[in-house]
């Protein structure tokens, strides 16, 4: 089988369904993962879904993701605009990233303007909700080859 795709979730992110619904959406983690799970096995790719209150947990899998992941899709919730140290982890890893976020940030706060994250992402999806997943997910699966 081929390498797994790594989906990374950041702080608050387990609280998805109860957090601000009228911003995040009534879906918890545990839905998105289902429709994930769901959708990989459609396209034949294996997937770890994650999710940590602590950068440093974030870093760790990161890391460990190097001799294992194939690709990984980062919700880093509010660490998106603060973490240098899960940058540095992302660009030393060399992976293929993308970015997802459930709200479009650019319609929020000046502050969820910034990402450390964007500039070493191939993709950036975000405003699409739960749904944003399941196109990273497109995004990263090998395409099927034609025969
Ligand atoms: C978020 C947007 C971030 O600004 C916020 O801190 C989050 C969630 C999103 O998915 O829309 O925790 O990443």
Redesign the pocket.
Same mark, same amino acid.
């Given at each position: 089988m081929a390498a797994t795709i790594l989906v990374l979730n @950041?702080?608050?992110?387990n609280l998805l369904g109860e957090r601000e619904p009228e911003i995040?959406g009534r879906e918890t983690l545990r839905d998105i993962e289902a429709a994930l799970q769901a959708r990989a096995a459609e396209l034949g790719v294996a997937i770890a879904v994650r999710q940590s209150n602590h950068e440093g947990e974030l870093v760790d899998w990161i890391q460990e993701a190097r001799g294992t992941a194939s690709g990984i899709i980062l919700?880093? @919730?509010?660490y998106?605009?603060t973490s240098l140290a899960i940058a540095d982890a992302l660009r030393l890893c060399s992976l293929p990233v993308i970015e997802?976020?459930?709200?479009n940030?650019f319609r929020?706060e000046p502050f969820?303007h910034r990402s450390f994250i964007s500039p070493i992402a191939r993709g950036v999806i975000?405003g699409l909700g739960a749904r944003g997943y399941l196109f990273a997910l497109e995004a990263l699966a090998p395409r099927p080859s034609r025969e």
């Amino acid at each position: 089988m081929a390498a797994t795709i790594l989906v990374l979730n @950041g702080p608050n992110l387990n609280l998805l369904g109860e957090r601000e619904p009228e911003i995040y959406g009534r879906e918890t983690l545990r839905d998105i993962e289902a429709a994930l799970q769901a959708r990989a096995a459609e396209l034949g790719v294996a997937i770890a879904v994650r999710q940590s209150n602590h950068e440093g947990e974030l870093v760790d899998w990161i890391q460990e993701a190097r001799g294992t992941a194939s690709g990984i899709i980062l919700n880093a @919730g509010a660490y998106t605009h603060t973490s240098l140290a899960i940058a540095d982890a992302l660009r030393l890893c060399s992976l293929p990233v993308i970015e997802v976020h459930l709200s479009n940030v650019f319609r929020r706060e000046p502050f969820r303007h910034r990402s450390f994250i964007s500039p070493i992402a191939r993709g950036v999806i975000c405003g699409l909700g739960a749904r944003g997943y399941l196109f990273a997910l497109e995004a990263l699966a090998p395409r099927p080859s034609r025969e």
